[in-house]
């Protein structure tokens, strides 16, 4: 049975920084590529990040210098840590292998 469980989510003031976790199991976590999407309150699901099983990266255009994805593989886990968080950052994240999806961490930027 696959798992993906995100956590580290909650409320952070504009500015500020988090990091969230998506923890892995009932795959061969190494060999897979990850992604990170977000959902904002009446808006679509987004992809945010992405990364490969070999560590390659790609973003989004609203985040990229900002927010960093990452893995650890004798964890398997993945990382994604937010930067210089604005209120449109906003949202549910998610974490996502192949048709897999975890149910989410909320993230609210706000003073």
């Known amino acids: 049975q696959v798992q993906l469980v995100e956590s580290g989510g909650g409320l952070v003031q504009p500015g500020g920084s988090l990091t969230l976790s998506c923890t892995v199991s009932g795959i061969m976590f190494s060999i897979n590529a990850m992604a990170w999407y977000r959902q904002a309150p009446g808006k679509e699901r987004e992809l945010v990040a992405t990364?490969?099983?070999?560590?390659?990266?790609n973003y989004a255009d609203s985040v990229k210098g900002r927010f960093t994805i990452s893995r650890d593989n004798a964890k398997n886990t993945v990382y994604l840590q937010l930067n210089s968080l604005k209120p449109e950052d906003t949202a549910v994240y998610y974490c996502?292998?192949?048709?897999?999806w975890g149910k989410g961490t909320l993230v609210t930027v706000s003073s």
């Open positions: 996502k292998q192949g048709l897999y």
């Open positions: 990364i490969t099983s070999r560590g390659n990266t």
